[in-house]
């Protein structure tokens, strides 16, 4: 598998996008998870520094494994002509950093409580999106996550289908599908053709998932408790990522850590991810896909 970190991990540090490259390149991670406002604010203020980004990128073998930004899905029609705007400016984006990949969430209430016509219109909309993406050879992903179309794991499936383009896949974030009743396991091999990303992250119980809600991670003053290392959690990722790497041995998967010290957190996370891979018990479980 390759993984990759999230720009938005150090949101609240003084770190620059070249720093970033280093750190991932040097700590032996695949690429980089670019926040749209972090590489819509450098393609606006210094867009003669993204070639020599590139470069840098090239020169160490990492790469921008996709952009994580947002699309209001459920604007009212005098409102959308501007979302159509914004996207394609996250399509230059993914263009300038050289990336496949725009992440965003499917609207923003969740699958229970749309009518049949506000999910006509956001499957329409996701359709017209990725269609212009694919004319650029970018595919277009929804995240499974609360409060949105694809909170659990039939609404997920269902959109996809609806939507019916081959432009649109999954990144499928497992503990957001684990807080809906739906295990690691069965999440990938219900999602594993749409799935072209993933998200890792934990917590410590089973009613913890409320710390990532956004009001609270983007905040400096929200709270991190309950926020844990992948290995000290409540979600058992020992099981699902050794299936995944059988079946999909490139996958792309990014380190979502919202906590303190990021630097020291993902150096060791890669490591105990690698002890995943390396060992001999894991080797043992079978795919059954």
Not at 80 to 96: C, N, T, Y
Not at 184 to 204: G, T
Request: net charge negative; glycine share 8%.
């Amino acid at each position: 598998m390759k993984y990759s970190i999230c720009s938005i991990s150090f949101r609240h540090e003084l770190v620059s996008l070249l720093e970033l490259v280093r750190f991932a390149g040097d700590s032996g991670f695949a690429g980089i998870e670019l926040w749209g406002v972090h590489g819509l604010a450098a393609l606006r203020q210094r867009p003669l520094d993204i070639p020599l980004l590139t470069e840098e990128m090239d020169r160490r073998g990492i790469g921008i494994s996709m952009i994580s930004h947002y699309a209001d899905l459920n604007a009212d029609a005098a409102g959308f002509p501007a979302v159509e705007k914004h996207w394609q400016e996250l399509i230059e984006l993914a263009r300038a950093f050289r990336t496949d990949k725009i992440r965003i969430f499917a609207g923003n209430r969740g699958s229970r409580e749309c009518g049949v016509r506000d999910w006509e219109t956001v499957a329409l909309r996701l359709r017209l999106l990725a269609d212009r993406a694919a004319q650029h050879g970018i595919r277009t992903l929804i995240e499974t996550h609360p409060r949105t179309y694809a909170d659990r794991l039939e609404s997920a499936i269902r959109l996809i289908r609806d939507a019916d383009h081959p432009g649109i896949g999954i990144n499928l974030d497992f503990l957001h599908l684990w807080e809906s009743g739906t295990s690691p396991e069965e999440a990938w091999r219900s999602l594993r053709p749409f799935v072209l990303h993933a998200h890792l992250k934990n917590v410590l119980r089973a009613d913890g998932g409320h710390v990532f809600a956004p009001e609270n991670v983007y905040a400096p003053s929200g709270s991190r408790s309950g926020m844990v290392p992948l290995a000290e959690g409540a979600v058992d990722y020992r099981r699902v990522l050794p299936l995944m790497q059988a079946a999909c041995p490139d996958v792309q998967a990014s380190l979502e850590w919202f906590g303190r010290d990021p630097f020291h957190y993902l150096s060791q996370e890669l490591l105990w991810l690698e002890s995943v891979r390396a060992s001999p018990g894991s080797s043992k479980l079978s795919p059954s896909l």
